[in-house]
């Protein structure tokens, strides 16, 4: 509104004026148009922080203190970098100079600006509450698959929705084939992508997430309704243990939704159809998750792609009576995403395998026991001993990032107590013990801070290195001999694990090695251990093996089928030898 009216050239007006009856020249202009006062990302207001650090201009000119931003907060960030780099301050006229009663009649006008804020957000949301129940259509419809927007014009009451026959005809598709078919929503992605339709932002390819809205969505029955949701906003209290302020959104009960009638493109049978069906298989049996030993720790190496474990029965007929088997396994996600695009899409498909758990929970425990509780083995693979020593500034960097950023919540904690302090909500003598534990924890980090910042790489001090890694060995070996059941396991590759990236036949075993030093301060050394699950060796022993069996006689092919067979149920990899070389 601001940029369609033109408001903000007024202000710039009169800052003109002020600027020039202070004999001042004026060398650039800070201005946003079209960006709420509560963000500090406005483009003016960036530039001009980054001008601040240069000789761009000796004094800043704002027209009001709620030019600056509409949080007290944000205020005092702003107001503070200006005076620290010795920047001349005017604020409506008046000189601003950093004392205790300038300071607390910006906090006073910060305050009321946030008041208004908040003022003018309730009166938005209560006129468009006025004009749902009125039956008015607030707007933002452009984006349903089906309709067109019309804006509001002169001689109507509000925007209004209007039906797109070409998508309509692709909605009454969609509903008529999961309504009274077997297919479901995969398929129908395939067959729009086949048929060359367009989603409503213009993209070929269809999701299964896009035609599942679609299909809940009840303005496809002539009534679109508002007020869904609520945001539940939960503050940062320090007593009660709640660290930050966040935001929760949450579904309102449908006694609370507003609907606003728009034309109906299908019919509520179809609709009601359609529904039934998706309740049915929301409620029909499927497998529980039942997380694994590597679960959320498994990586795809061939796209890139995290993995997922699943789990599945199968019936073995030649024995008698028939025994059901179960087996677990990883699989990469792209490889079951793909099933809901079409071929002709030409998507890369994912061609690495899936990995059976035991295997390669088994090789991965194996790793940990033949290497990682090795100290001669393990440094071997230290990513800081293989690039010489390159990533350890970047490590160094990373753990100043953690300290800067443990100092910055301790400060909002502390200021947050003052604010409960000031609001009443806390007694003097808790205010007065608490900020003293802040204070003393932020004397703590900066102290810690400024001896990281001198302190010696640790490449120069192998001694250090040798007795952390000869530590963390015997901690992961003390730690092994704890493992007797699926939790202990389980929380031994949390613990010591990055992540695992598995590609056909090989795995990689990603996890940092902690590095403390003289001051106590603890750096990460990446380690990485590359093994093969199926060596050319086992294989050569395993054919050799078969061979005894057959009296050394010449495999056939049915034989040979049946040996691939037997290893790929076991092992789910593909063979490094190729049919030729086994039947030389």
């Known amino acids: ?67 600056i931003a509409r949080e007290v907060t944000l205020q005092t960030i702003i107001i503070e970098e200006i005076i620290k780099n010795n920047k001349q301050l005017i604020i409506n006229g ?94 129908i992605t395939r067959m729009l992508e086949d048929q060359g339709h367009l989603t409503k932002t213009g993209k070929k390819l269809w999701r299964v997430g896009i035609i599942k809205n679609m299909l809940r969505n009840h303005a496809y029955i002539g009534m679109m309704y508002f007020n869904k949701l609520e945001t539940i906003t939960e503050y940062a209290n320090p007593f009660y243990g709640i660290k930050v302020t966040s935001k929760k959104i949450r579904r309102r009960d449908k006694s609370q939704w507003v609907g606003v009638k728009v034309p109906a493109i299908v019919s509520k049978e179809i609709f009601n159809k359609v529904q039934d069906k998706i309740d049915y298989y929301r409620k029909k049996y499927r ?116 300290l800067d950023s443990a100092i910055k919540n301790m400060s909002a904690s502390k200021k947050r107590v003052l604010e409960l302090y000031a609001e009443g909500n806390i007694g003097r003598a808790d205010y007065s013990k608490k900020n003293m534990e802040y204070d003393s924890e932020l004397a703590r980090l900066a102290t810690e801070k400024v001896e990281l910042v001198k302190q010696i790489p640790l490449l120069h001090k ?58 106590q301060n603890e750096d990460e050394v990446e380690t990485k251990i590359e093994y093969k699950i199926i060596t050319e060796i086992e294989w050569a022993e395993r054919f050799a093996n078969y061979h005894k069996k057959t009296n050394g006689s010449r495999i056939s092919v049915m034989d040979f089928n049946s040996l691939v067979g037997e290893s790929k149920r076991r092992m789910r990899d593909v063979p490094l030898f190729s049919k030729e070389k086994l039947t030389q």
């Open 94 to 187: 008046k000189d601003y100079i950093k004392n205790p009663e300038n300071t607390f009649s910006l906090q006073v006008l910060g305050a009321v600006a946030q008041l208004e804020r908040a003022k003018i957000a309730e009166r938005v949301g209560r006129g468009k509450a006025l004009k749902l129940s009125k039956g008015y259509h607030p707007g933002r419809g452009w984006n349903i698959f089906g309709y067109n927007y019309v804006h509001k014009k002169p001689e109507t009451e509000s925007a209004t929705l209007e039906i797109n026959e070409r998508e309509a005809k692709i909605v009454r598709l969609i509903f008529e084939i999961y309504a009274n078919s077997k297919e479901g929503m995969h398929m």
């Open 287 to 402: 497998n529980p998750r039942i997380p694994q030993l590597l679960s959320n720790l498994m990586r795809c190496g061939c796209c890139g792609g995290s993995c997922y474990a699943y789990r599945r029965y199968y019936v073995d007929k030649r024995s008698k009576p028939h025994k059901v088997y179960h087996r677990a396994s990883y699989k990469c996600n792209w490889t079951v995403r793909i099933l809901q695009h079409s071929i002709k899409s030409k998507l890369r498909k994912c061609d690495n395998n899936e990995i059976k758990t035991s295997i390669i929970e088994e090789k991965v425990f194996k790793l940990f026991e033949n290497i990682v509780v090795k100290p001669e083995l393990l440094k071997e693979n230290m990513d800081i001993f293989k690039t010489g020593g390159k990533t350890e500034q970047n490590k160094l960097q990373r753990q100043l990032k953690k």
């Open 462 to 519: 192998p001694v250090v290195i040798d007795m952390s890694i000869a530590h963390y060995c015997d901690e992961v070996r003390s730690r092994i001999r704890q493992c007797k059941d699926f939790e202990t396991y389980r929380q031994f590759f949390l613990d010591y694990i990055d992540h695992v990236v598995y590609y056909k036949n090989l795995v990689e075993l990603h996890a940092y090695v902690p590095i403390k030093s003289a001051t």
């Open 1 to 67: 509104m601001q940029k369609k009216e033109g408001t903000v050239e007024s202000q710039v007006v009169e800052l003109r004026k002020q600027i020039l009856k202070d004999g001042n020249i004026l060398v650039k202009e800070y201005v946003d148009e079209g960006y709420e006062g509560p963000r500090l990302d406005r483009p003016g207001l960036e530039m001009m922080r980054q001008d601040l650090k240069k000789d761009v201009f000796e004094t800043i000119y704002f027209l009001a203190a709620d030019r």
